[in-house]
Antibody, heavy 116, light 108 residues
Framework: EVQLVESGGGLVQQGGSLRLSCAASGFTFSSHWMSWVRQAPGKGLEWVANIKPDGSEKSYVDSVKGRFIISRDNAENSLYLQMNSLRVEDTAVYSC?????????WGQGTLVTVSS | DIQMTQSPSTLSASVGDRVIITCRASQSINSWLAWFQQKPGKAPKLLIYKSSSLQSGVPSRFSGSGSGTEFTLTISSLQPDDFATYYCQQYNSYSSFTFGPGTKVDFK
């Protein structure tokens, strides 16, 4: 059974940093593109970042470029999101998702709250 | 960047109704469109991929169609479990994905 479990969320002040983790199991992690998607409270879904199976290609939504870094450790079956220079508007539930020509599996997410 | 719009934003319906949700892309995405269902506090669930392919385990009352810039999600006979928010999403390339703003289906 495919499982994606996020951790690392919490309350942080504007300008601060946070590192999210996503533990994957039940599939060959090293063979799949992975993504982070966020959802602000009461709002819609927003794709944040994407990473190739070997980590050699990464893409980001414009609003986080230069501030967020997506990475992965295939030996640990883990996906990460390093979030720096956090803004109030980054407040959201952050979920990792497996990309298999579509986002077919999602975690439940971890809440990041950025206070002013 | 490709922008996605959905209509309506809210849809009030009854059990047994035929429901149609429309999604439009700001430029052609061929058939690279997916539909998700999301319930409060839950992760999104993939319903349809590549415009019209039904994800495994999804009831056949859900169907998708369209190509280029206009797409539809149809629920042939709305069931109590279908009251939720529905999002379309384009995946025309690996470097950028965009979701529509969502359509909430609630009780009439």
């Amino acid at each position: 059974e495919v499982q994606l479990v996020e951790s690392g969320g919490g309350l942080v002040q504007q300008g601060g940093s946070l590192r999210l983790s996503c533990a994957a199991s039940g599939f060959t992690f090293s063979s799949h593109w992975m993504s982070w998607v966020r959802q602000a409270p009461g709002k819609g879904l927003e794709w944040v970042a994407n990473i190739k199976p070997d980590g050699s290609e990464k893409s980001y939504v414009d609003s986080v470029k230069g501030r967020f870094i997506i990475s992965r450790d295939n030996a640990e079956n883990s996906l990460y999101l390093q979030m720096n220079s956090l803004r109030v508007e980054d407040t959201a539930v952050y979920s990792c998702a497996r990309y298999n020509n579509n986002f077919d599996y999602w975690g439940q997410g971890t809440l990041v709250t950025v206070s002013s | 960047d490709i922008q996605m719009t959905q209509s309506p934003s809210t849809l009030s319906a009854s059990v047994g109704d035929r429901v149609i949700i429309t999604c439009r892309a700001s430029q052609s995405i061929n058939s690279w469109l997916a539909w998700f269902q999301q319930k409060p506090g839950k992760a999104p669930k993939l319903l349809i991929y590549k415009s019209s392919s039904l994800q495994s385990g999804v009831p056949s009352r859900f169907s998708g169609s369209g190509s280029g810039t206009e797409f539809t999600l149809t629920i042939s006979s709305l069931q109590p479990d279908d009251f939720a928010t529905y999002y379309c999403q384009q995946y025309n390339s690996y470097s950028s994905f965009t979701f529509g703003p969502g359509t909430k289906v609630d009780f009439k």
